[in-house]
């Protein structure tokens, strides 16, 4: 079956289930196919083929709301309802987004990126459902990672005690969130998995009589329930169903009916198989397969090599990190559910009492942290920028209000690229910048990410928080310069007619621009972004000189607006200051260059700025 000609879900109604599965079949070479030439979430798609298919067969989106957490792997989603053609375009700029979108299809019916969003969205959903006379279904798809997470306990909670609300939860339990899941909920599923009184009752489920085989699959499900009394989705309110076969697309149609035809609110626990049908993906535990890039199917390997020591930020960070446990320094790492993306891997392998992995929950590992530090012990807490969103008012009212000496490792700083809007970590030096007692810094390369880190722990008492973006970058020296003893800025070049005021990637660019052009420029490294360097803003402020400040995040809140609001609070003259930053707007996928680009970041457009500039003087 060629899945390419697709146009909506309306043909699985009359599909049987042989024809469903040839279809899973099909779906499942076409997102291999594809993925290894796009990149893209792979095992999490892989995982759920099946139990999409079943859900559209038996549901009726978009008037049945399909609600995906995250919405990562809505891919066979995406195909069924008419997008197959435009997965060439699959997270490239201006092409199909590798997450839910409202403006793509009317059968998206709610958009994220961040997990855990789904449960409360389905008791919205199902509010206005029965406000509006309770026709359709609302239909909530979440994995067991995104169960860690409060916003999802919260959402049971509500629901739990809405007699009148009837959402189906359906539990895609794949044993991973991106890697193996932790804590005591996953422990629980595992354990209503493999229990022996479950296994009994399907075991006995089979030796029925041939007379009751019609009804095996529902007298199955009742030996369940028997045999497993009494599950924590009972005791919030739920049915629970379950565990039910995953890829069993007869099992998952007949389940799905049943909740369907249920008027209340209930819970399906779907067990899966992550990367289910590629090999290297299905043997992935640590997630390397969970978003890939480009790779060739046959051999695993990516298609483009990666140039001899180059190194990512989050490895520069982790060499650092293990550098200091080598020594037998005291810290903890605490990490939300990023051990691989962070580059921890190895560093877990080797310290694994030093790593504590607290699961897809930003709130709890910043609360959990400053515990840590008010009890003496040094914490690094790696958390992208984007999520660290989720953990605004721990790091405020728990972490920076008592003064606690947490670092954060603000990965993924700055435009992220390929996952868009909800990932650019653009808005983090605004949210951040007006918290007392806060310290933010961010490297220009790995020698000041050494000193900085350094800084971070050994000379800093209390917050800090380092920025690092997703980029790589050769690695030359990772330990040599001066120790940084203060809130400092550095001027790189002496004389210039006008002032360029950067930092981190973008202070690196900048510097190999002015050098390869031999611009008259004054470049400052903005390597404190606060406290302020003040004596740098003065010097700034008195040059005379036009002054340019370039920053990929939002221009609200950002180091130029600190640096005027420096400026005017002491009397300091501001004229001719000029920003290169974000809009006030959310920004799109596509390549960072193709965004810097869009945006008047990239090279070709600074060097325009940088000499019209010059020759205004």
């Known amino acids: ?53 079943a859900l559209h067969k038996v549901f009726d989106s978009p008037s049945d709301k399909l609600i995906f957490d995250v919405g990562h792997q809505a891919y066979t989603h995406k195909i069924l309802t008419g997008r197959a053609p435009l997965f060439p375009t699959l997270r490239a700029f201006g092409g199909l987004s590798g997450f839910l979108k409202r403006s793509e299809s009317i059968h998206d019916v709610w958009e994220a990126g961040h997990s855990s969003t789904a449960l409360a969205a389905a008791a919205g959903f199902e509010t206005i459902r029965v406000a509006q006379g309770g026709k359709g279904r609302t239909v909530a798809l979440v994995g067991d990672g995104s169960l860690n997470s409060g916003l ?38 595992t ?46 309110g739920f049915k629970y ?12 149609v007949r389940s799905l009916e049943m909740a369907k035809n249920l008027n209340r609110p209930c819970v399906l626990h779907v067990v899966t198989q992550k990367g289910r049908g590629y090999q290297p993906a299905e043997d992935d535990r640590i997630g390397s397969w969970h978003g890939v890039k480009p790779f060739d199917p046959f051999t695993g390997l990516p298609k483009t090599k990666k140039a001899e020591n180059i190194h990512s930020w989050s490895s520069i960070v982790s060499d650092w990190l293990m550098r200091r446990a080598d020594q037998g320094k005291p810290f903890k790492v605490v990490v939300p559910a990023m051990v691989a993306g962070s580059e921890l891997v190895a560093f877990q392998a080797k ?27 040094p914490v690094f807490a790696p958390i992208y920028s984007s999520f660290l969103q989720r953990a605004y008012d721990q790091v405020n009212h728990d972490v920076c209000r008592q003064n606690l000496h947490v670092v954060f490792g603000i990965d993924r700083a700055g435009l992220v690229g390929e996952d868009g809007d909800t990932h650019h970590g653009v808005f983090d030096v605004s949210y951040l910048g007006h918290l007392p007692n806060l310290t933010i810094v961010q490297p220009a390369d790995a020698a000041q990410a050494t000193r900085l880190l350094d800084y971070a722990f050994d000379v800093a008492t209390g917050p800090v928080a380092v920025r690092y973006s997703n980029a790589s970058q050769e690695l030359l020296d990772d330990r040599g310069g001066e120790p940084v ?42 390597r404190f972004l606060k406290p302020l360097d003040l004596s ?62 869009l945006y008047g970041l990239d090279d070709a457009s600074m060097l325009l700025r940088i000499q019209t500039l010059i020759q205004s003087k």
């Open 536 to 597: 740098c803003v003065a010097e700034i402020c008195r040059s005379g000189l036009p002054t340019l400040v370039l920053e990929d995040v939002v221009e609200a809140g950002g180091l130029a607006s600190m640096m005027t609001s420096a400026a005017f609070a002491t009397g300091l003259p501001v004229s001719d200051f000029h920003v290169i930053a974000l809009p006030d707007r959310y920004i799109e996928h596509g390549k960072v260059d193709e965004l810097y680009r």
């Open 191 to 236: 354990s209503m998995r493999t229990s022996k009184s479950y296994r009994t009752a399907v075991k006995r489920s089979r030796r029925l009589p041939r007379f009751l085989h019609v009804w095996k699959d529902k007298l199955a499900m009742m030996l369940r329930q028997l045999a497993s009394n009494t599950t924590i989705f009972d005791d919030f």
């Open 241 to 252: 169903f379950g565990p039910i076969d995953g890829h069993d697309m007869k099992k998952l």
């Open 351 to 377: 310290y694994p009492d030093r790593l504590i992995d607290v699961g897809i929950c930003e709130a709890f590992a910043a609360c959990f942290s400053a515990a840590l530090a008010l009890n003496g012990m």
């Open 485 to 526: 003893l203060t809130p400092s800025w550095r001027r790189i070049t002496s004389e210039g007619k006008i002032n360029l005021v950067a930092y981190g990637d973008n202070l690196r660019r900048m510097a190999a621009l002015v050098a390869k052009h031999e611009l008259p420029v004054r470049l400052y490294d903005a």
């Open 152 to 189: 999802s306990f919260e959402a049971l909670n509500f629901l739990g005690q809405r007699s009148d609300l009837a959402p189906i939860i359906v539990l895609n339990d794949n044993e991973m969130s991106i890697s193996e899941n932790v804590g005591t909920f996953a422990k629980l599923l």
């Open 1 to 53: 079956m060629d899945v390419r000609g697709i146009q909506d879900p309306a043909f699985l109604k009359t599909a049987t289930i042989g024809e469903l599965r040839e279809l899973a079949s099909a779906i499942r070479v076409f997102l291999i196919e594809n993925i290894a030439e796009t990149g893209g979430h792979l095992s999490s798609n892989l995982g759920v083929v099946e139990l999409t298919i």
